[in-house]
T-cell receptor
Framework: GQQLNQSPQSMFIQEGEDVSMNCTSSSIFNTWLWYKQDPGEGPVLLIALYKAGELTSNGRLTAQFGITRKDSFLNISASIPSDVGIYFCAGLGYAGNNRKLIWGLGTSLAVNP | GAVVSQHPSRVICKSGTSVKIECRSLDFQATTMFWYRQFPKQSLMLMATSNEGSKATYEQGVEKDKFLINHASLTLSTLTVTSAHPEDSSFYIC????????????FGPGTRLTVL
């Protein structure tokens, strides 16, 4: 099925460093979402973006909805050990009468204390 | 708000048995619920979209007779894996969208199914 291009695939950083990851698509989306998934858990919504160009923050997290509506980035500032996990981007698209999420492959983040 | 629960959190069963997984929206009404499957170190794979009171819409390649979905109320959807086999072992996750508001999906904690 259709997937978003998410990069990097994995990151290993030192505590306190800033992190940046991004997603691109060949299709336009009207909504971009960023989720974090811990091992053995379901994804948790971090930030939702609804307008092209929108820049939204949630604590140390900042995400932007690209002006072309084909990309988005997520930044994490001053990383801490609990930031460890897999981060997924997702675009909300249509499939027939249903709206469904198109997922990136995830960015695995490891933080060295 | 927007809490979604799943039950059970993990289940181990013998090959050939059927397993039912429940997904509940605890503090909101969900017109639409989604069922995903996730293999280790991979992204979520949508299996089906379920609208309350109507038949589920299955993704290509997902057997509807194998994975039975019932969405009988605005707060409950169930996925039944019929005649489970070892290859059905996976992490199954549901999500729900609010009846009113945006289409943001809120996810349950997942169910780990192991078929022996």
């Amino acid at each position: 099925g259709q997937q978003l291009n998410q990069s990097p695939q994995s990151m290993f950083i030192q505590e306190g460093e800033d992190v940046s990851m991004n997603c691109t698509s060949s299709s336009i989306f009207n909504t971009w979402l960023w989720y974090k998934q811990d091992p053995g858990e379901g994804p948790v919504l971090l930030i939702a973006l609804y307008k092209a160009g929108e820049l939204t923050s949630n604590g140390r997290l900042t995400a932007q909805f690209g002006i072309t509506r084909k990309d988005s980035f997520l930044n994490i500032s001053a990383s801490i050990p609990s930031d460890v996990g897999i981060y997924f981007c997702a675009g909300l698209g249509y499939a027939g009468n249903n709206r469904k999420l198109i997922w990136g492959l995830g960015t695995s983040l490891a933080v060295n204390p | 708000g927007a809490v979604v629960s799943q039950h059970p959190s993990r289940v181990i069963c013998k090959s050939g048995t059927s397993v039912k997984i429940e997904c509940r929206s605890l503090d909101f009404q969900a017109t639409t619920m989604f069922w995903y499957r996730q293999f280790p170190k991979q992204s979520l794979m949508l299996m089906a979209t379920s609208n309350e009171g109507s038949k589920a819409t299955y993704e290509q390649g997902v057997e509807k007779d194998k994975f039975l979905i019932n969405h009988a109320s605005l707060t409950l959807s169930t996925l039944t894996v019929t005649s489970a086999h070892p290859e059905d072992s996976s992490f199954y996750i549901c999500s729900a969208t609010r009846t009113s508001g945006t289409d943001t999906q809120y996810f349950g904690p997942g169910t780990r199914l192991t078929v022996l």
